[in-house]
């Protein structure tokens, strides 16, 4: 398979307060950086066996990065009659911005990766998800798209449909809705800790097990706490005489489980 692709590489001065990433089948990642200026490296990708055709494919492939008001605004998309159309068309978008502004991303159809930075707004469908080291508020929407969640801080609300979550030293007040994946919970503060599952099967793992505050139900499920007991048809509560923290799960036709790390 043939690859051709071009580069436009644009930055972006002082007046924004904001970037929202609108993508279609689009690789997209986002750095935070002790920067003032906003860089954005655009790639287009055109694949097919025949190379001749892939590079004529390109002019298929729109894409723009421009300031609406003071957000910078950066799209891509496809046009083109489908059968015009023969090579595999993508999308690389690259940012490195300053980690104080918020970002928002909405991506079609492929991987998105962010970190280093205060705030983040997520919506993804059948793609993945990777955030790093964010310090003040993630809010994720994922449908068909499996996250990794790494030292997310400050306050996370998540609303994940047949995707798979995944969080390690979630340091963050979380609220999680979720349906139909597992969610494997890597806890390194209080919380609280809120899910609210239906068929999702949730495993918690925390230092200090016993120090928690628990609230758990688990409809036609087990629940299954650190020391090994078991419960099923029955809701667990746990109020410790000093509670380090708040663990409230609600799944259905799956099992929790509290783990110590």
């Known amino acids: 398979m043939q690859k051709a692709s071009r580069s436009d590489e644009r930055s972006f001065g ?16 986002v750095r935070g950086a002790a920067v003032s200026d906003v860089k954005v490296l655009l790639r287009p990708v055109s694949r097919n066996r025949t190379r001749e055709l892939a590079i004529a494919d390109l002019k298929y492939i729109h894409y723009s990065a421009e300031k609406e008001g003071d957000i910078l605004v950066i799209r ?16 690389e978008i690259e940012i490195i911005m300053p980690s104080s502004l918020p970002v928002s991303i909405t991506n ?22 990777r955030l790093k080291d964010i310090s003040s508020a993630a809010r ?5 798209s499996d996250m990794e969640l790494t030292s997310v801080r400050g306050r996370a609300d998540i609303k994940a449909e ?3 979550i995944l969080t390690i030293a979630l340091g963050a007040t979380t609220v999680i809705n979720c349906s139909y994946g597992t969610a494997n919970l890597e806890m390194s503060g209080s919380g609280p800790l809120i899910v609210k599952g239906y068929r999702t099967t949730v495993n918690i793992s925390v230092d200090e097990p016993g120090r928690f505050q628990y609230s758990l139900k688990a409809p036609q499920g087990r629940i299954i706490m650190s020391d090994g007991k078991q419960y099923r048809n029955q809701p667990v ?11 409230d799960v609600t799944t259905s036709y799956c099992d929790i489980t509290i783990a110590k790390k």
């Open 162 to 164: 047949k995707s798979d």
């Open 108 to 129: 079609l159809y492929g991987p998105v990766e962010a970190g280093n930075l205060a705030s983040i707004t997520a919506n993804v469908s059948f793609g993945s998800l």
């Open 76 to 91: 891509n998309s496809f046009r083109g009659k489908l059968e015009q159309i023969t090579s595999n068309l993508s999308m």
């Open 14 to 29: 002082k007046g924004i307060s904001g970037v929202s990433v609108y993508g279609e089948k689009a690789s997209i990642t």
């Open 237 to 247: 509560e746990v109020t410790p005489q000093s509670p380090a923290g708040l663990i």
């Open 140 to 144: 994720i929407t994922a449908r068909y």
